[in-house]
């Protein structure tokens, strides 16, 4: 089955520490991945995909076809970026949804 | 451009009665999806709606239904509710064809008494 795995419900670190978030895919050709963040109380929103490749808020995530992998990642964690994250695969072949990981909880600990 | 709009955002009913939600989606966009989001499930896809017609639909019961009018508002009913169907209900909206973004409304928070 197609499939996004979040292995982590939960990761919480210290302020300024680094953070992973883990993010593996099950198709071995060319998905289109993206982040979602949400915030307490706010809309679930894109953080970034793979395509652009830019960096926002100070994460980057690199896409690994290798490990069919798609990790989050921040050097410097913030208290700001605690909130929900979700991984997702974009449509493939005439399935035309998005394939959704279970979520992390991120929690950044003053 | 105004964001996805979902109403209402609070809605509290009882076992047994039913619910419409309203989704008003991103001018333009012709694709809507619905979700229900709880603490322990996370994101579940209910179905997806292009151009008023159903094109994907998730594992939920025939309880759970949903239409797209002309203009690419969509409606999502429930019906039996059911103590376990209280979640925050998603919608999202996009392209539908070519950008495949989602845009998320703020939700809808039914609780099932």
């Known amino acids: 089955a197609q499939r996004v795995t979040q292995p982590e419900k939960l990761l919480s670190v210290f302020k300024g520490a680094p953070v992973e978030l883990k993010c593996n895919y099950s198709y071995s050709g060319s998905p289109e991945l993206f982040w979602y963040v949400q915030y307490s109380r706010q809309r679930l929103q894109l953080l970034l995909r793979?395509?652009?490749?830019?960096s926002i808020k100070g994460f980057t995530a690199d896409l690994n076809k290798g490990e069919t992998s798609f990790h989050l990642k921040k050097p410097f964690a913030q208290e700001e970026d605690s909130a929900m994250y979700y991984c997702a695969r974009g449509p493939m072949d005439s399935n035309y949804q998005l394939i959704w990981g279970a979520g992390t909880k991120l929690i950044i600990k003053p | 451009k105004a964001g996805v709009t979902q109403t209402p955002r609070y809605l509290i009913k009882t076992r047994g009665q039913q619910v419409t939600l309203s989704c008003s989606p991103i001018?333009?966009?012709?694709?809507v999806s619905w979700y229900q989001q709880t603490p322990g499930q996370g994101l579940q896809f209910l179905f997806e709606?292009?151009?008023?017609?159903?094109?994907n639909k998730g594992n939920f019961p025939g309880r759970f239904s949903g239409r797209q009018f002309s203009n690419s508002r969509s409606e999502m009913n429930v019906s039996t509710l059911e103590l376990g169907d209280s979640a925050l209900y998603l919608c999202?909206?996009?392209?539908?064809?070519?950008?495949?973004?989602?845009?998320f409304g703020q939700g809808t928070r039914l609780t099932v008494v």
């Open positions: 793979h395509i652009s490749r830019e």
């Open positions: 999202a909206s996009s392209p539908g064809t070519g950008g495949t973004e989602a845009f």
């Open positions: 001018s333009g966009h012709r694709s």
């Open positions: 709606y292009f151009s008023e017609t159903q094109r």
